[in-house]
């Protein structure tokens, strides 16, 4: 008789189970994110939740930061961070960073730290290899779209890219600022304060 209510006793407790949401579908909506910007390859291999830093914020938003370490990134280590609300919806804010879009897992075409230092010298520009560091370039990013859709697909995410320090000759004017290298096409960017013509 006993045995034959067992299963009544656990069914209040199996239907208030299956009314709750996953305990973790904010972060599998997280997981998502970071999958289709860097495809699902390299997501699965080299990027990794940071457990520490990642945490509820407010009462209705959840902040993610994820680490993306690669071994052509040279030790470094490139963070994307972003927040979702209790919807699980992504919310662009200060906060956010990191956000690139990876069309391919082949990165044997990929930048390293070395080779940075020999595209800004076959380029006759003078650095300081000690300022070298992995960056997100956040130049072109826009959300504009998306605040009229609240599709993250239709986020424009930035770049990364190798940052350094150096200087540059222009009219017999030596001027300071900043080279930036795409990691994944190798693209020279720089960014001095410079009246080019």
């Not at 599998?28 to 999958?35: E, L, Q, T, V």
């Not at 380029?123 to 959300?143: E, G, M, P």
Request: proline share 6%.
């Amino acid at each position: 008789m006993k045995t034959a209510l067992l299963p009544f006793l656990f069914l209040p407790m199996l239907l208030m189970a299956a009314h709750q949401p996953p305990r973790n579908a904010h972060q599998f909506r997280a997981d998502s994110i970071i999958a289709y910007f860097l495809g699902e390859e390299i997501f699965q291999r080299y990027v990794k939740l940071n457990t520490k830093k990642s945490k509820l914020i407010k009462p209705n938003a959840d902040f993610y930061q994820y680490n993306f370490r690669h071994p052509k990134f040279s030790g470094e280590t490139f963070v994307i961070a972003f927040t979702l609300d209790s919807a699980g919806q992504f919310l662009p804010g200060e906060e956010t960073r990191g956000l690139i879009r990876i069309p391919s897992p082949n990165d044997s075409a990929w930048i390293t730290r070395r080779q940075v230092i020999n595209i800004c010298r076959d380029r006759q520009q003078r650095i300081k290899k000690s300022s070298l560091q992995l960056a997100w370039d956040s130049t072109n990013v826009s959300y504009q779209t998306f605040q009229k859709t609240n599709d993250f697909r239709d986020i424009v995410p930035g770049n990364i890219v190798w940052k350094v320090d150096g200087e540059v000759i222009f009219r017999g004017d030596r001027y300071s600022g900043t080279f930036e290298v795409n990691v994944l096409t190798g693209s020279l960017a720089r960014r001095f304060a410079i009246p080019w013509d």
